[in-house]
């Protein structure tokens, strides 16, 4: 395996990558790890290093890199919904490092998972999705996901019970506390999805989620609320319980891990369930 660095260009800017090229590449498949932010292409404990340099030992070329403004790309800062052109400008610097490629597999973890949604439908290169954690946070799911995942499971905790029977707990004004966050929170939603005219960042995550004919891989880690809301989202929500019901669509539970993997049991097991998912679709694709 050899590592490499890529300059190339996204408008008048100058954006930073790194090539992982296998010597015995036995895919012409590659993956374009796209970082959740704000980090730079190394990610939390150095997870993209790692998983990176695990995929193409395996025979897997992969490409990470830096959206204007990180690490060491030049350019603005932007938000995770502002990307597309960023990603696009890194797809095609994979290509043209390596010609032999007839396909990319987009790999995000949380808001980097939500940017690839929203860019693998406009692309036809794109030949996978392999999302973790996706961000589709509002202030309403936010509040819901803590009453469901969190306040319900103190009842079940001893040192809950402790402080209710020692006085160090007012239930009844607790509850009025939270009913009046998820109702304020509600609201917000409401109002910041009525002030946006193209729909929300969530709307165009499941536009393209429906608009690609792509196989994809969700990764949910079972001790992280973010892997949660999402998948509260798609159990209440009638279009988004559809398009993750596809056949082509694959979810799979992290078990034992957190946001981002941060033990290395973790992030084996997650690489582990990539490699075989790639496997198994590239060799369905033919490619």
């Not at 790999?107 to 996978?128: F, H, I, Q």
């Not at 979810?251 to 097991?269: M, N, W």
Request: with cysteine; glycine share 8%.
């Amino acid at each position: 395996m050899s590592e490499r660095a890529l300059s190339f260009r996204c408008g008048p800017d100058s954006l930073i990558g790194i090539l992982h090229e296998s010597p015995r590449a036995t895919t012409k498949t590659g993956v374009l790890i796209i970082v959740g932010g704000p980090q730079y292409r190394v990610g939390s404990h150095r997870q993209f290093v790692l998983m990176a340099r695990s995929l193409a030992e395996r025979g897997c070329p992969v490409m990470r890199f830096d959206y204007r403004g990180m690490g060491d790309s030049d350019g603005a800062v932007r938000t995770f919904d502002a990307v597309s052109a960023d990603i696009r400008a890194a797809v095609d610097a994979f290509f043209n490092a390596q010609p032999n490629l007839s396909g990319v597999v987009l790999w995000g973890l949380c808001d980097g998972a939500s940017a690839a949604l929203m860019y693998c439908g406009d692309d036809a290169r794109v030949k996978g999705v392999i999302i973790a954690n996706p961000w589709v946070r509002t202030a309403e799911s936010e509040a819901r996901t803590y009453l469901k995942h969190y306040y319900l499971q103190r009842l079940m905790q001893g040192s809950f019970w402790r402080k209710l029977l020692t006085g160090g707990f007012n239930p009844a004004k607790s509850a009025r506390e939270i009913s009046a966050s998820v109702a304020t929170a509600s609201r917000a939603s409401n109002e910041t999805a009525a002030a946006s005219p193209d729909g929300s960042y969530i709307d165009r995550m499941l536009n393209g989620l429906k608009a690609t004919d792509a196989p994809v891989l969700v990764l949910l880690s079972d001790r992280d609320l973010t892997a949660r809301e999402f998948s509260d989202l798609c159990a209440r929500d009638r279009k988004w319980k559809s398009a993750i019901g596809r056949s082509r669509v694959r979810v799979v539970s992290v078990t034992d891990a957190d946001h981002t993997f941060s033990t290395r049991a973790a992030l084996d097991k997650a690489t582990e369930h990539c490699a075989t998912w790639l496997e198994q679709a590239v060799r369905a694709s033919g490619k």
